[in-house]
């Protein structure tokens, strides 16, 4: 299951049928995977994000994306991402993508990081992008590192 949370309207605003858009990417990223389970999302403002990451990574500013893995119990709750509406705009338009695609692109990538892909060294970033490209292929979204790259994670 996947629960979108919108806390910031600017995201309704800019994507018609956000929460589509959101649970194909999560829904999609999941399947990549070969894993199951829920996963939240929250649509939040930079602020929302800035706060966020000072709390639980000691970092004071906005990132596009942020993934929070859920302590292994038995339930099926893989974990929560949380994206910056601002960050999220600037970045697409930096990089020539559409919000849609930059959106989706992220949430794939969060996912990701809840079932333990990361991208710390180069193996695991070859493997991490792998997904990430089958993923945003299947959405019928162009190769998300085909233009400038700056996610977080």
């Known amino acids: 299951m996947i629960d979108v949370e919108i806390e910031d309207e600017a995201w309704s605003r ?5 929460e589509a858009l959101v649970t194909a990417a999560a829904t999609a990223a999941l399947a990549a995977a070969q894993r199951e389970g829920a996963v939240v999302v929250l649509l939040t403002d930079d602020a929302g994000v800035q706060d966020l990451n000072l709390r639980f990574r000691g ?8 993934s929070f893995p859920a302590p292994e119990t038995p339930g099926d709750h893989l974990g929560d991402i949380a994206l910056a509406h601002g960050v999220c705009v600037r970045e697409a338009a930096e990089q020539g993508k559409t919000l849609a695609h ?17 991208h710390e060294n ?12 089958v993923v945003m292929a299947g959405l019928g979204a162009p190769d998300p590192y085909g233009a400038e790259q700056g996610d977080d994670g």
Do not use: C, F, S, W
Request: aromatic share 2%; proline share 2%; hydrophobic share 40%.
């Open 14 to 18: 800019d994507l018609r049928d956000i």
């Open 102 to 118: 930059h959106l989706q692109h992220l949430v794939a990538h969060g996912v990701l990081h809840l079932v333990g892909y990361d």
């Open 59 to 66: 970092k004071d500013g906005p990132t596009n994306v942020l």
């Open 122 to 133: 180069d193996a695991d970033a070859e493997d991490m992008e792998g997904l990430e490209r």
